[in-house]
Nanobody, 124 residues
């Protein structure tokens, strides 16, 4: 059973920074993708950033939502099956529950797993 656990959310003023961490365990195969989605009240869950592939020393590709480009940075430690989201210059509209996600398996048999979510609140 794959488990995904996030940490690092909290309350911060606009312009501040937070770093989210995510650890995945139990994947019998290589973790294909790790990333972050978020969901604000009344909104659908949306992609924030994802990092795919690579090895213990590099990530093959990253993808960001337009709204966070230049402010958020995703990184992975593939040797430890962990991912991080550095969030700088936070804005009130970044307030949401942030969910870590991990995709486990060998193509085409891939399964996406979700963490329980961590609240990020940005005050104006």
């Amino acid at each position: 059973q794959v488990q995904v656990v996030e940490s690092g959310g909290g309350l911060v003023q606009a312009g501040g920074s937070l770093r989210l961490s995510c650890a995945a365990s139990g994947c019998r195969f290589k973790l294909n993708t790790m990333g972050w989605y978020r969901q604000a009240p009344g909104n659908q869950r949306e992609l924030v950033a994802e990092a795919t592939g690579g090895s213990s020393t590099y990530t093959r590709s990253t993808d960001y939502a337009d709204s966070v480009k230049g402010r958020f940075t995703i990184s992975r430690d593939n040797a430890k099956d962990t991912a991080y989201l550095q969030m700088n210059n936070l804005k009130p509209e970044d307030t949401a529950v942030y969910y870590c996600t991990a995709v486990c398996g060998n193509y085409p048999l891939l399964t996406r797993y979700w963490g329980q979510g961590t609240q990020v609140t940005v005050s104006s």
